[in-house]
C-alpha cells in the first residue's frame, strides 16, 4: 500500500512562508495525483492544492482562498511533491496532509491513501 509521510511544518510569523514535503517510498509519485488538504480545529478537512500525474499532464488546482500564495510542484528525482506557502496568514493554521490517487484529482472522498499530517502554525 501507498505510504505517504508529510514534513515541513511549524511555527511561523503572518507573511511568511513554510514549504511542505510529501515523499513516498517503494512507488513513483509521478504515476499519482497529489492533493494537500488542511484540517482546522473544529473544522472540515478540505482541500488546498493538488496535481495530476504526468499521465495527467501534471494539471494544477488550487482553492480559492490559497490561490496567488500557495504553489505545488513535483521533482520526480526526489519523489517528493512540494506545497510552497508563501503570505501565510493566521486563517492557514492546520493540520496539512497529502494523499494520493489515481491520474486525476477529484474529491476529497476520492483520495485513498493518506499521511499522517504535518501541523502548520501561523501566528505572532
Known amino acids: 500500500q501507498l505510504q505517504l509521510v508529510e514534513s515541513g511544518g511549524g511555527l511561523v510569523q503572518p507573511g511568511g512562508s513554510l514549504r511542505l514535503s510529501c515523499a513516498a517510498s517503494?512507488?513513483?509519485?509521478?504515476?499519482?495525483?497529489i492533493g494537500w488538504f488542511r484540517q482546522a480545529p473544529g473544522r472540515e478537512r478540505e482541500g488546498v492544492s493538488c496535481?495530476?500525474?504526468?499521465?495527467?499532464?501534471?494539471?494544477?488546482s488550487y482553492a480559492e482562498s490559497v490561490k496567488g500564495r500557495f504553489t505545488i510542484s513535483r521533482d520526480n528525482a526526489k519523489n517528493t511533491v512540494y506545497l510552497q506557502m508563501n503570505s501565510l496568514k493566521p486563517e492557514d493554521t492546520a493540520v496539512y496532509y497529502c494523499?494520493?490517487?489515481?491520474?486525476?484529482?477529484?474529491?476529497?472522498?476520492?483520495?485513498?491513501?493518506w499521511g499522517q499530517g504535518t501541523q502548520v502554525t501561523v501566528s505572532s
Open positions: 517503494g512507488v513513483t509519485l509521478d504515476y499519482y495525483a
Open positions: 496535481i495530476s500525474s504526468g499521465d495527467g499532464d501534471g494539471l494544477t
Open positions: 494523499a494520493a490517487r489515481s491520474n486525476y484529482c477529484s474529491a476529497i472522498n476520492h483520495f485513498a491513501s
